[in-house]
């Protein structure tokens, strides 16, 4: 079992910048780690993600060139730096843990989740 705790949710400006920080209880057999984020009355949907043995990232289009994932593997923390924030970027952010891999937009290869860190992007 992987507990996954995000902080770092506030609220800020549009074009402002937040960090989020989730820490997971390990990162053993975990083959990647991510972010997905929820709107009100909207699916929850992929940000980005890093892979635990390369070190390889992806993005979704919307926030690739403004959010930066990164891993910190010795104190098992994962990081999503949210640059030149917008209103549509406002969401409840989801840190999640996938064992076995494969594409890493759907939720369903996930095993483990967090319980979300809000922000909130005023214009």
């Known amino acids: 079992q992987v507990q996954l705790v995000e902080s770092g949710g506030g609220s800020v400006q549009a074009g402002g910048s937040l960090r989020l920080s989730c820490a997971a209880s390990t990162d053993h057999l975990i083959t990647n780690f991510a972010w997905f984020r929820q709107a009100p009355g909207t699916e929850r949907e992929p940000v980005a993600t890093?892979?635990?043995?390369?070190?390889?990232?992806r993005y979704a289009d919307s926030v690739k060139d403004r959010f930066i994932i990164t891993r910190d593997s010795a104190k098992t923390m994962v990081y999503l730096q949210l640059n030149n924030l917008r209103p549509e970027d406002t969401a409840l952010y989801y840190c999640a843990a996938s064992k076995q891999g494969g594409i890493w937009i759907l939720r369903r290869n996930y095993d483990y989740w967090g319980q979300g860190t809000q922000v909130t992007v005023s214009s």
């Open positions: 890093i892979y635990t043995a390369s070190g390889g990232t």
